[in-house]
């Protein structure tokens, strides 16, 4: 279970990505003292932990200034985390004990294939493909014998599409079977990826490993094209939407 004041930061926070706050907007211990109904010690707390991650900064006197999150901003850390990711399939081809993370690879592989092939998006199957996601991926981060790889990648996971495994889901996917089978190709290909990278580790072929996870990571990347291109002036809170979790929640 969370702390307090790590819930308080993850609720401060998603107001500045849905854009509740004007960039360089000042907040104030008092102010979100009276809007969460809290105490300043988790507010204080609470405005630190987002300090460290860049979404506000120290302004004059004892407030602070928000910084929001750009597309751009994002698009970056996409980036970043997709290098960080094939440096540990790299790592993990040659890591003396990849073995002891190899069958949850596989275990994530067959039930996101499984979950695929019944050619239906329900709130059940989605969240055990999301599940099945995280697991394969964070196995990697696990396995690869360098913690900062894995520590790096959670500096960034706090924005949109950056957590450990995160799954688009566009619900354009639902309006016609032919845009559902569309999105359901899509997740072949990529549990497909999933299948060479967990191949080519498991063989000890770490320049494969890693070619295959640059190109697998890149398809954030095209999500956030594509939304740019069919949807125009793109919000970094349409890019939450996509989300996994959002789009269960919106089917409730």
Do not use: W
Request: include cysteine; charge should be negative; aromatic fraction near 4%.
């Amino acid at each position: 279970m969370d702390s307090i004041d790590s819930e308080l930061a993850a609720r401060i926070r998603g107001d500045i990505i849905h854009g509740v706050y004007a960039q360089d907007e000042r907040l104030t211990e008092a102010q979100l003292c009276e809007t969460h109904q809290v105490s300043r010690t988790p507010v204080r707390l609470a405005l630190r932990i987002l300090e460290r991650e860049g979404i506000i900064i120290r302004g004059e006197g004892r407030g602070y200034r928000i910084q929001n999150v750009t597309i751009a901003d994002i698009r970056q850390a996409v980036e970043v985390r997709g290098h960080l990711e094939s440096l540990a399939a790299r790592l993990m081809a040659a890591a003396p004990g990849k073995r002891d993370f190899l069958p949850a690879m596989i275990e994530a592989i067959e039930s996101i294939g499984e979950l695929v092939d019944r050619g239906r998006l329900d709130e059940a199957s989605i969240r055990r493909m999301q599940a099945a996601n995280e697991l394969f991926h964070g196995s990697i981060l696990k396995g690869c014998g360098n913690s900062y790889v894995g520590f790096a990648c959670q500096q960034i996971s706090h924005l949109p599409m950056l957590s450990a495994g995160s799954m688009v889901f566009d619900q354009a996917m639902l309006e016609t079977p032919q845009q559902l089978e569309r999105g359901l190709f899509r997740l072949r290909l990529g549990n497909a990826q999933h299948k060479v990278i967990h191949d080519a580790i498991a063989s000890g072929d770490a320049a494969r490993a890693e070619a295959m996870m640059r190109e697998h990571s890149h398809t954030m990347i095209d999500y956030i094209e594509t939304f740019e291109k069919r949807d125009g002036a793109l919000t970094v809170s349409d890019l939450v939407s996509y989300s996994a979790a959002e789009f269960i929640t919106s089917k409730q």
